[in-house]
């Protein structure tokens, strides 16, 4: 108990102390519960997340997602969102993350646009921007606009590969660049393997860690309801979760294990208007 005390609050001491993390975990209990691997896939959150997939989604959705990093209140990710056709290729979509509480927060405000080019490539941008904050008058505050840029390409009907690039030009949160905004890249493969089974695998690399390995599986073992696991790398966390789909409704539930600091659940519903 006391081990895992001492992991928590480091973990909070570098958050605090780095000011710049934006640390936004992937978008929606589905790709939650299969490693944290979002970038390939096709659904609402996964669109969100990889703006190139948003021309997918179909008509207007809107939904939220709720994350209780480590069971912690001080560590918890909400996250609205919703989405809306622009033209038979094309869609908008806005977001709004929040992480922490009053003393230490960081916000996360977007605006993305999707298009199709052909019927085998799709391509994305989003706009973003975000805010870092505490109550501590030792501590300022700092705003800053960034941008992402996505793609998705598929080879055939049951081969999605998906790119995507936070923050390219690596902007600080100040003027001296002692405060980074990490730049992350990713790059995903998603595989129907039959239409029950499908496997997705990512890679991701932010600029100050290791590369991370993100992989799970999704069955359907009913219609419309889900099964899912996975895990990633640095650090390795195993995870699981359910979903389930009825008419204009779907939710997920996710849950991320790291051996240290216990489990991570997940929580996320959309709604088609």
């Not at 902007?171 to 499908?198: F, K």
Request: glycine share 8%; proline share 4%.
């Amino acid at each position: 108990m006391g081990k895992k005390i001492c992991f928590l609050l480091l973990y909070i001491l570098f958050s605090v102390g780095s000011m710049s993390q934006f640390a936004f975990p992937t978008i929606g209990a589905r790709a939650g519960a299969m490693g944290g691997a979002s970038v390939a896939l096709t659904d609402f959150w996964s669109a969100v997340d990889n703006v190139a997939a948003l021309q997918n989604v179909g008509g207007p959705a809107v939904g939220t997602v709720l994350k209780q990093t480590f069971m912690m209140d001080r560590l918890c990710y909400k996250t609205l969102a919703f989405s809306v056709p622009v033209s038979e290729v094309g869609a908008v979509a806005m977001r709004y993350t929040h992480f922490g509480k009053a003393i230490y927060s960081e916000q996360r405000l977007s605006a993305a646009y999707s298009q199709r080019l052909g019927n085998h490539v799709a391509v994305g941008a989003e706009l973003c921007y975000l805010y870092c904050g505490t109550t501590d008058v030792y501590y300022d505050s700092y705003h800053r606009l960034s941008f992402a840029v996505a793609s998705q390409m598929y080879i055939t009907p049951d081969i999605t590969i998906g790119f995507h690039v936070f923050n390219p030009f690596a902007v600080a949160l100040n003027a001296n660049y002692s405060l980074p905004i990490p730049s992350v890249v990713r790059l995903g493969m998603a595989y129907s393997i039959t239409p029950e089974l499908m496997a997705t695998v990512e890679f991701e690399k932010n600029i100050y860690m290791r590369c991370s390995i993100r992989s799970g599986m999704e069955y359907v073992f009913l219609n419309g309801f889900y099964a899912r696991l996975g895990f990633s790398t640095a650090p390795l966390i195993y995870t699981f979760g359910v979903g389930v789909e009825r008419g204009r409704w779907s939710a997920d539930i996710g849950t991320q294990v790291h051996n240290a600091l216990g489990v991570s659940p997940m929580l996320s519903v959309m709604y088609s208007i």
